[in-house]
T-cell receptor, first 112, second 115 residues
Framework: GENVEQHPSTLSVQEGDSAVIKCTYS??????FPWYKQELGKRPQLIID?????GEKKDQRIAVTLNKTAKHFSLHITETQPEDSAVYFC???????????FGKGTTLSVSS | EPEVTQTPSHQVTQMGQEVILRCVPI?????FYWYRQILGQKVEFLVS????????KSEIFDDQFSVERPDGSNFTLKIRSTKLEDSAMYFC?????????????FGAGTRLSVL
């Protein structure tokens, strides 16, 4: 089955810096890659996703890149702000509307 | 904005007891899911449900677990005889159809504590 690895497990940056979180997946059939942000005690919130037919997607300060050949995808946050502090999870799935397989999460801390 | 709602927010039970966790998916969604998250760990898939039947389940979803859509709005997860290791946050999720069917929206979760 699918296995998703996520690095780093913790990331500390200064406000205004960029943050990059990387994930790899194992199942070449996966073609949907969402990123969720989870604040303490709250639900995972979808922040951006990418499908296998594109290599990059951007939404304001957040971007995701996908390399299908290497089976890895990354989340890029620019101009980080303290409110970006949270746990970020990557996930992989396919278009059958079935399971999302999550990475172990990255705890991002943005200090002002 | 429509949200997935889950009740209760916290459920405390004794080991061996049955629990039912309830979810109301977003109204026009067709796919429903349960995930769990043990404290400090990743979100793990349990089961997906479509057209009134299970479409996929993980190894975690053994005979102690069952799901049901008892009416047009609720989606439930039952654990027949709870174990200490069932203590976790349980998230319900739902998704629509077509190209959007893999965009899953999560509820706020039910924290299950098994004593």
């Amino acid at each position: 089955g699918e296995n998703v690895e996520q690095h780093p497990s913790t990331l500390s940056v200064q406000e205004g810096d960029s943050a990059v979180i990387k994930c790899t997946y194992s199942d070449s059939a996966s073609n949907y890659f969402p990123w969720y942000k989870q604040e303490l005690g709250k639900r995972p919130q979808l922040i951006i996703d990418i499908r296998s037919n594109v290599g990059e997607k951007k939404d304001q300060r957040i971007a995701v890149t996908l390399n299908k050949t290497a089976k890895h995808f990354s989340l890029h946050i620019t101009e980080t702000q303290p409110e970006d502090s949270a746990v970020y999870f990557c996930a992989a799935g396919n278009q059958a509307g079935t399971a999302l397989i999550f990475g172990k999460g990255t705890t991002l801390s943005v200090s002002s | 904005e429509p949200e997935v709602t889950q009740t209760p927010s916290h459920q405390v039970t004794q080991m061996g007891q049955e629990v039912i966790l309830r979810c109301v998916p977003i109204s026009n969604h067709l796919y429903f899911y349960w995930y769990r998250q043990i404290l400090g760990q990743k979100v793990e898939f349990l089961v997906s449900f479509y057209n009134n039947e299970i479409s996929e389940k993980s190894e975690i979803f053994d005979d102690q677990f069952s799901v049901e859509r008892p009416d047009g709005s609720n989606f439930t997860l039952k654990i027949r005889s709870t174990k200490l290791e069932d203590s976790a946050m349980y998230f319900c999720a739902s998704s629509f159809s077509g190209l959007a069917k893999n965009i899953q929206y999560f509820g706020a979760g039910t924290r299950l504590s098994v004593l």
